[in-house]
């Protein structure tokens, strides 16, 4: 009987055997010479992208303030850490300091991008799934919006949001001169790419899903919440990243609304007001030294969130 099984596994374990020796073959590295071509090539190109940062951050704690190279000095004479101190304490001859700022442009930040992906995931997943009267001329409109530039829509929300004055005895308050303004101007240039985005991804994800979801009972909103937004993670963290990015680091239309009201300017106002009418009256070092802290929280929030970031922008795309 043992003979007889063993005989009948012979073919089994042949088959196995030759499908493993198949998949070392497919495995099989490459030589060592292209290894190394490879190699060479992604350390010149990581050289090439991370020489830009390593010299400002040269450029930081160099206490000369040059406002030209002098030479290939990555770690200048006379290191010190005296320029971050200042920015820290008060970047600007203007009464705030860094921490107001940093607070400021994450009120702004942080705000836009939730907004942004909570309306554009409900909208994306209306647009991806029901079917409804003006589906399609809401979605052309929606492209419209995504397709026009940032400069065009600034004086109509300037306008727009304008309009909203509160004045009650010593209490005054204007919308567009509010952080609440420049969040809502920033959500709407925000919203129509999270709609598109998120809809791009929730086109592939099977409903076959939802479906078997609606056979066991569960209503539409519960369809929604636990069956849809967990497969979506990838594409609401990278929504979300980049809505988060683009409230951090925007300028224009934060010094259109706010510029003459100090005490809300964000990141990427001060370190503008930096900048001299001439190079020699610029402070290089604690310029650098504000470029190398305003590009900080976007590389922490990226490194913490990478595993979403890379699922979301390898799957779905802006698909439909």
């Known amino acids: ?14 088959r196995v055997g030759a499908r493993a020796k198949a998949q070392g073959e497919e495995e099989r590295p490459l ?11 992604l350390l010149f190109i990581t050289a090439t992208v991370l020489f830009p940062v390593v010299w400002i951050f040269s450029i930081s704690i160099d206490p000369r303030g040059l406002f030209r190279p002098d030479g290939l000095n990555l770690i200048p004479p006379g290191a010190t850490l005296a320029a971050y101190q200042k920015v820290i304490a008060q970047p600007t001859s203007n009464p705030i300091g860094f921490i107001d700022l940093a607070l400021n442009s ?3 930040a942080l705000g836009s991008s939730a907004v942004a992906v909570m309306l554009g995931i409900t909208a994306a997943y209306a647009f991806s799934r029901l ?15 995504l397709m026009l530039p940032a400069i065009a829509t600034i004086i109509p929300l300037y306008v727009f949001l304008n309009q909203f004055q509160i004045s009650l005895g010593d209490l005054s308050f204007n919308l567009r001169a509010s952080l609440l303004g420049v ?18 991804y929730l086109d592939t994800i099977p409903k076959d899903l939802e479906e078997a979801a609606a056979v066991d009972g ?34 224009l ?23 001299g009418q001439f190079a020699r009256n610029t402070p290089w070092a604690e310029f650098a ?24 922008l390898a799957v779905g795309g802006v698909k439909g």
């Open 106 to 108: 994450t009120k702004i």
């Open 131 to 145: 079917k409804f009267r003006g589906r399609e001329a809401l979605m052309i409109g929606v492209l419209g919006v």
């Open 1 to 14: 009987m043992s003979a007889v099984s063993g005989v009948r596994r012979l073919p089994i374990l042949n």
């Open 218 to 251: 569960a209503s539409q909103n519960q369809i929604f919440i636990k069956v849809v937004l967990p497969l979506a993670t990838p594409a609401i963290a990278v929504t979300g990243f980049l809505g988060f990015l683009g409230g951090w680091t925007e300028y």
């Open 253 to 275: 239309t934060a010094f259109m609304f706010i510029h003459g009201n100090v005490a809300d300017w964000t990141l990427s106002i001060a370190l503008n007001s930096m900048v």
């Open 183 to 200: 969040s809502l101007a920033v959500i709407s240039a925000q919203l129509p790419f999270a709609i598109w985005n998120l809809k791009g």
């Open 289 to 312: 030294a504000f470029a190398i802290l305003f590009a900080l929280p976007v590389s922490v929030v990226f490194f913490v969130f990478q595993r979403y970031l890379v699922g979301g």
């Open 31 to 41: 030589p060592v010479g292209r290894q190394v071509v490879l190699q060479l090539v």
